[in-house]
């Protein structure tokens, strides 16, 4: 008991100096991660055999096949042709850009996603002589909401989909109808929130549509290379439980491919400034510090809690844990919470005893987790990364600012998200 107080201590404390932000959030979490083992909790070995190394170099692999495709220009192209294909209107444009969030981040990933096309959208804003806040908080919802719908959008899901044996495809089936719902929803909630709030004039709005948005291809020939890759890449993730292959082997192999293909001897530039180190390093602390709670049985605790609750019944073990993931997402990052839920939820499936019962479960978490990380500004990776964007370029976004439309847009996904799983499972 006493090692379990203390490894719940060193959790919350990490918790706390990630939610705000005292330290940097790698800082907090490998010091977390490494308290575990220096106060005797967990041995070394027993903490390194945590991390999950699937997710490591999936992220790897990502983070450098994003790398190579931005060399080429494309999303700025595509971010300028959807700003001239609604004709410079504020609202069309905000809808255009949250459809093309919602989609890329299904590939790319939602907080990669933010960083491409967040500074876009800084842009285009200044061009039309308007606050881009609007745009902003509107694509990290959209960016949250269209990772929720792949194995390989939103990082709660990478996590989910490395602990169990769901492949691609079974993401995409069970995942993606209700991003889809949801999608077509949120954009009538933009639509009623914001269409008498953003006027441009007609002048500025000429100064947009001035842009040649071609000249924004800088290498045509790397850039129909990239798109091979990429397409073999997304092809093998689809036949994943085909060729018997781990997203991360995809992934790198993608990535060193294309680093290649691009510029090979720009690779430690390209290491030391587009890998994210602070976020691979997040994972492998956050890895640890969980371990120390399953090792405790802190873990067990919980599911048996949960039990008691639900009774072992199905469908209300869905409805708690759908609930339970959307409320604690929107105020912690739903990163380490899901880190934290997986081994509850693999307990719960040895006292159900049932595998079958439990994928709606699973489901449920994914859902809950990845939309409600909508609901502050903390809830998520991305809303955190697209703050401090915001923030360095000289635009204020309160917590507040951001909470009452977030919140609305999270509420609305959970509801659909319970509709959704009550009428498709049971």
């Known amino acids: 008991m006493a090692?379990?107080?203390?490894?719940?201590?060193?959790?919350g404390i990490t918790y706390l100096l990630i939610i705000t932000e005292w330290i940097n959030k790698m800082i907090a979490a490998m010091l977390?991660?490494?308290?575990?083992?220096?106060?005797?909790?967990?041995?070394?070995?027993i903490a390194f055999r945590a991390i999950d190394w699937n997710v490591i170099f999936f992220l790897i692999g990502m983070m450098l096949v994003i790398s190579v495709i931005r060399q080429t220009g494309l999303f700025m192209y595509l971010a300028i042709k959807i700003a001239k294909l609604a004709k410079g209107r504020p609202l069309a444009i905000m809808v255009l850009m949250y459809l093309l969030t919602t989609f890329t981040s299904a590939f790319m990933g939602s907080v990669t996603t933010i960083m491409i096309l967040v500074p876009i959208v800084l842009l285009i804003a200044s061009e039309l002589k308007i606050s881009p806040v609007p745009f902003i908080i509107t694509m990290v919802i959209a960016s949250n909401a269209g990772g929720a719908a792949t194995m390989i959008g939103d990082p709660p899901n990478i996590l989910i989909g490395s602990a169990t044996d769901y492949n691609f495809l079974d993401f995409i089936f069970n995942l993606t109808p209700p991003v889809l719902i949801i999608t077509i929803t949120s954009v009538g909630l933009i639509w009623l929130l914001y269409r008498k709030k953003m006027h441009v004039s007609n002048q500025n709005r000429a100064h947009l549509m001035g842009y040649n948005e071609k000249n924004l291809i800088k290498n045509k020939s790397l850039l129909k290379s990239s798109l091979l890759v990429l397409a073999m890449m997304l092809t093998a993730f689809t036949l994943q439980g085909v060729i018997k292959m781990e997203t991360a082997t995809i992934a790198m192999s993608a990535g060193l491919l294309l680093?290649?293909?691009?510029?090979?001897?720009?690779?430690?530039?390209?290491?030391?400034?587009?890998?994210d180190w602070v976020t691979i390093f997040f994972f492998m602390g956050l890895f640890m510090i969980v371990e120390s709670l399953v090792e405790t049985g802190f873990i067990d605790m919980i599911a048996t809690s949960v039990m008691r609750i639900t009774h072992?019944?199905?469908k209300t073990t869905s409805m708690v844990i759908l609930w339970l993931s959307g409320i604690f997402s929107a105020v912690i990052d739903n990163v380490p919470f899901v880190a934290a839920m997986i081994p509850v939820l693999e307990k719960l499936g040895v006292?159900?005893?049932?595998?079958?019962?439990?994928?709606?479960?699973?489901?449920?978490?994914?859902?809950?987790?990845?939309l409600g990380g909508n609901g502050t500004m903390i809830g998520a990776s991305a809303n955190i990364v697209a703050i401090g964007i915001a923030n360095r370029n000289g635009f204020h976004i309160s917590f507040k600012e951001y909470t009452k439309i977030g919140a609305l847009f999270a509420l609305n996904a959970i509801i659909l998200s319970t509709f959704y799983v009550l009428i498709r499972y049971y």
């Open 3 to 11: 090692l379990m107080l203390l490894a719940l201590l060193i959790f």
């Open 351 to 370: 006292m159900i005893g049932n595998p079958e019962a439990m994928h709606p479960v699973w489901w449920s978490l994914a859902l809950g987790a990845c």
């Open 32 to 45: 977390g991660g490494f308290a575990i083992i220096l106060t005797g909790i967990v041995s070394q070995e």
């Open 312 to 314: 072992g019944e199905p």
């Open 259 to 275: 680093l290649i293909l691009s510029d090979r001897h720009k690779v430690e530039h390209t290491l030391a400034n587009d890998i």
